[in-house]
């Protein structure tokens, strides 16, 4: 049926193929999130004062990174970026507030050398900034960007890449402006709905300029709150914002009317600051060994400490006002391991990266 040793050929190249085949599944394989295999049984609620349980789902997969946040919500949709029933493949998910029931999964459109280290979000629009790079003329340049998704249907909304981006290093956002931090000693402020660029930062830094998350904070802040400056250098308003805004992990700031809030960077943990919008100054601060982003409703601040225990206070003076406490003695922190809270109105979600479990909450000020 074949001529004398195409048979042997024909088997060998199917063995190539069979090799080509496995080796590119271990590379995708090696480029999709790792399973947490240590994994501790479901937590239960111990006790709540001021929530009420609405629902839970199990086998949730939000990924991790202290520096993002990829949980939150508005009135109609919670948002994850991760997986439900497996970690093999991450997506932006939108599920209903009321009931978790899954509006949408889709994927996150970003170039294919390119992954996610930077997530944030507005009341309507989910921002995820990823790394990357290209070839250009024998040499290797950064081409990472930002991309806006719709938290309500789940759709790309606009991209945006940064010349010379290896990686988006922060990001900070409210309703209206959007400021990228990406790792080029200039930062952007975009307009936070359409993505057209409002204003550069940092053409030319002087040495002893402090750089990085602080700046691109206090670039945000400034033109938001302060003079919409109109200049491209450092203004005496950022650099006295920028040293307020030291050590401050990249989970987004907080505002309200008279306040900004702020979490500290500490290893899986940290400390919230109320500071003065006007002068800076620490107004109060808490105690608590927090492991999560901060969220707010408006007029209460939610997280997750380190005992297992989401907790609410008051935003103008730090006041408990309720809190749930779940079984376990502490939260088990790797680095895999991702702890998320998010609000919107009465509604508040937080996630247990120990457990993989997600629950819903109704709060009640006491």
């Known amino acids: 049926m074949f001529p004398k040793g195409s048979k042997q050929v024909i088997i060998f190249l199917f063995s190539l193929a069979i090799i080509a085949v496995c080796g590119c599944w271990q590379l995708i394989d090696a480029l999709l999130p790792e399973c947490d295999s240590q994994e501790i049984p479901p937590r239960y609620i111990e006790s709540a004062d001021g929530f009420e ?5 199990t086998e949730v997969f939000v990924d991790a990174n202290e520096y993002s946040t990829y949980l939150t919500s508005n009135n109609e949709r919670l948002a994850i970026y991760g997986a439900l029933g497996s970690c093999k493949s991450y997506s932006l998910i939108g599920l209903d507030v009321n009931d978790g029931a899954v509006m949408y999964d889709e994927s996150i459109k970003v170039p294919a050398t390119s992954r996610i280290n930077n997530v944030v979000s507005n009341s309507q629009y989910i921002y995820f ?35 010379g981006a ?16 990406g790792g080029t000693d200039r930062y952007y402020l975009f307009n936070s709905a359409t993505g057209d660029v409002v204003k550069t930062l940092g053409k030319k830094i002087e040495p002893g300029m402090p750089v990085g998350t602080s700046v691109n904070f206090a670039f945000w802040y400034d033109y938001i709150s302060v003079n919409h400056s109109s200049g491209d250098g ?36 940290g400390m919230i600051f109320a500071l003065d919008r006007s002068t800076g100054d620490t107004l109060w601060n808490t105690s608590d060994d927090i492991v999560s982003n901060i969220s707010s409703n408006g007029s209460t601040l939610f997280f997750l400490t380190s005992s297992a225990q989401l907790t609410a206070v008051d935003a103008s003076n730090g006041t408990l006002l309720g809190s749930v ?31 993989h479990q997600l629950f819903a909450f109704r709060f009640s000020s006491q």
């Open 53 to 57: 349980v609405q629902w839970e789902l």
């Open 325 to 355: 406490r779940f079984t376990g003695d502490s939260v088990q922190m790797i680095e895999e391991r991702g702890f998320f809270v998010t609000a919107s109105g009465d509604n508040v979600f937080v996630y247990l990266g120990d457990s």
């Open 166 to 181: 290896s990686l988006i290093r922060s990001l900070a956002a409210n309703d209206n402006y959007l400021a990228v931090d």
């Open 234 to 269: 450092y203004s005496s308003s950022i650099l006295f914002w920028s040293d307020k805004f030291n050590n401050v992990v990249l989970s987004p700031l907080l505002l309200s009317n008279s306040l900004i809030i702020k979490r500290s960077n500490e290893v899986f943990s």
């Open 129 to 163: 900034g990823y790394q990357g790079s290209k070839a250009v003329a024998g040499s290797t340049i950064g081409a990472g960007g930002v991309s806006a998704y719709a938290i309500e249907t789940g759709e790309t909304v606009w991209t945006y890449t940064i010349p």
